[in-house]
């Protein structure tokens, strides 16, 4: 039997994308081997980009959010149904899981300003109707509300076709909602403009069973009682690379989060610009007695109840003025409860309140005590320090004779004297030398 050889390939011959057959091309660029096949293997690649898109979507933390809430409420028809306003949602849920350190610490929830249990009405889940407040103090404002503050839904405009019970699957509520914004092209769409992935929870689990059979893996039964902990270290080992769990960050101070929430609750109440205002005046003063209540937590940072209890005692009437404020109070009566809390201060300062009217004259003082800690991050201080600089960029004498002086100027505009060590364009304020 005689075997003849195969001829070679032609130099311009390579195998198509779509269906791996040979073809001729005529440009070295050509990758299919006709349009119909070109076009198969796109609307393919799209349908799978899809549907890793809608899966990212089903199994984000922030969708997991929003069932929950609609299970709270009763209906999917709380959520907001542009893409302007699930991105502004999802920027105030991230910044409530920030404040709370990305599960470091419980001190902060995101608050309804108007409730959700109400006998007329429903709480809407939309950034202008949330606030990241104090987690006790929103405990003891329950249904609570302040008259037309916040966004709501009558009941009677209410559908049965989106009605969620609370007892109602995770799954099934995800569906509704996926149904409600409008389909699965917008929420893929959601799903690309937000950056959503899934849980960690999600991501390790899918891992551990597309994971090769091992002794240390048990049952998906069992893996779906673990904790997202137990599961992260259960992967390390399988992949001997050691645990991925770890924190991500340190929470915020109660002055920060309020900084930061007025701040953006002023773009739909233009009044509360006059409190940041105030607020920064006193920052020093208020971000000194946070600090102490933060530091005194007994689960973060080793501290004692007793402690943790006078710490907060000594800020509360600020804290639940904050708290009021940010529910829908008045500003006026937020700027006296801040001129009494001061009242004993040795050097005010007359803060200009523009047209709103208050009790008493707004006095706000120079700060009691220093903080040794970075302050960089100020708003007072952030505008002194040069744009673009970085970590410990080298400068010139002069250059910081020069910055030095900038930031006694801006804080005797405040009435505060300045107590500064300026090292390598890094400020700090009465620093000892353990911190330097």
């Known amino acids: 039997m005689q075997i003849y050889p195969v001829p070679p390939a032609p130099a311009n011959c390579k195998p198509c994308k779509h269906c791996n057959a040979p073809f001729i091309f005529k440009s070295a660029k050509a990758l299919f081997c006709s349009d119909a096949h070109k076009k198969a293997w796109s609307r393919a690649r799209n349908k799978n980009l899809q549907a890793k898109r809608q899966y990212r979507f089903e199994t984000s933390a922030f969708t997991f959010f929003l069932a929950d809430s609609c299970r709270r409420s009763g209906t999917v028809q709380i959520l907001p149904q542009t893409l302007e306003e699930l991105q502004d949602l999802h920027a105030v849920y991230k910044y409530a899981l920030r404040a709370n350190g990305y599960g470091e610490s419980d001190g902060f929830s995101l608050c ?69 914004l409008g389909g699965v092209e917008f929420t893929t769409t959601v799903a690309v403009r937000l950056k959503l992935q899934p849980t960690t929870r999600q991501a390790v689990l899918d891992w551990l069973l597309a994971a090769p059979a091992s002794p240390l893996i048990p049952s998906q039964t069992v893996l779906a009682e673990m904790t997202t902990k137990a599961l992260s270290q259960l992967k390390g080992e399988v992949s001997n690379k050691g645990t991925s769990y770890m924190p991500a960050s340190y929470e915020l101070t109660q002055t920060e989060v309020f900084l930061h929430e007025v701040n953006r609750l002023a773009a739909y109440r233009p009044e509360l610009e006059t409190v940041v205002a105030a607020t920064h005046a006193a920052f020093s003063s208020l971000f000194a007695l946070s600090i102490d209540v933060q530091l005194a937590r007994p689960c973060a940072y080793g501290g004692s109840p007793a402690a943790y209890t006078a710490a907060r005692e000594a800020l509360a009437p600020i804290t639940k003025a904050q708290f009021d404020l940010l529910h829908g109070g008045e500003v006026g009566t937020f700027l006296d409860t801040l001129c009494s809390f001061f009242s004993g201060s040795e050097a005010p300062i007359q803060a200009n309140i523009g047209t709103m009217q208050t009790a008493t004259a707004l ?58 060590a300026v090292a390598d364009n890094r400020i700090y304020t009465d620093v000892p030398e353990w911190n330097r």
């Open 363 to 420: 006095v706000l003082p120079t700060a009691p005590k220093t903080v040794p800690i970075l302050l960089e991050e100020s708003p007072a201080v952030q505008e002194a320090i040069p744009r673009g600089a970085s970590n410990k960029p080298k400068r010139s004498f002069a250059e910081e004779l020069d910055a030095e002086i900038r930031l006694e100027e801006l804080l005797l505009e405040m009435g505060t004297p300045p107590i500064w």
């Open 112 to 180: 309804h300003i108007f409730p959700v249990k109400h006998h007329f009405f429903i709480g809407t889940l939309c950034a202008q109707n949330l606030v990241v407040a104090d987690r006790e103090l929103n405990g003891i404002h329950s249904n609570s509300f302040t008259l037309g503050a916040g966004t709501k839904i009558s009941r009677m405009e209410l559908r049965a076709k989106w009605f969620v019970a609370e007892t109602e699957g995770k799954a099934t509520t995800v569906k509704k909602i996926i149904e409600y």
